[in-house]
């Protein structure tokens, strides 16, 4: 069974550093696009990053461009999300998700619809 595992969240600082990780079991991790969402109380999920299958192409929603920085470690099964500079409108619920990589189409892989598989999620408050 494909399943992700989130963790790494917490309590930071504005302006602090967070290293959420999602590990994965059950498949191939370095066949499939792996995504970071989040979802702040009261609104829906949305797309914050997401990398390819060999690590070579990573995309960023426009919020946390040049903050944060997604990576992978197929030989861990892991994914990597650094937070940096944080500031409290970060503060969500952090989920990641994974697809079997199809076709490379960016649009495809910030939307929720396009991933199979879900973790649970892991809190991330962002407060002084």
């Known amino acids: 069974e494909v399943q992700l595992v989130e963790s790494g969240g917490g309590l930071a600082q504005p302006g602090g550093s967070l290293r959420l990780s999602c590990a994965a079991s059950?498949?191939?991790?370095?066949?499939?696009?792996v995504a970071w969402f989040r979802q702040a109380p009261g609104k829906e999920r949305r797309w914050v990053s997401f990398?390819?299958?060999?690590?070579?192409?990573?995309y960023y929603s426009d919020s946390v461009k040049g903050r944060f920085t997604i990576s992978r470690d197929n030989d861990k099964s892991t994914v990597y999300l650094e937070m940096n500079s944080l500031k409290p409108e970060d503060t969500a619920v952090y989920y990641c998700?994974?697809?079997?990589?199809?076709?490379?189409?960016?649009?495809?892989?910030?939307?929720?619809?396009?991933?199979?598989?879900w973790g649970q999620g892991t809190l991330v408050t962002v407060s002084s």
């Open positions: 990398i390819n299958g060999s690590g070579g192409s990573r």
């Open positions: 059950g498949f191939t991790l370095d066949t499939y696009t």
């Open positions: 998700a994974t697809v079997k990589s199809t076709r490379f189409i960016p649009s495809y892989y910030q939307r929720k619809s396009s991933y199979n598989y």
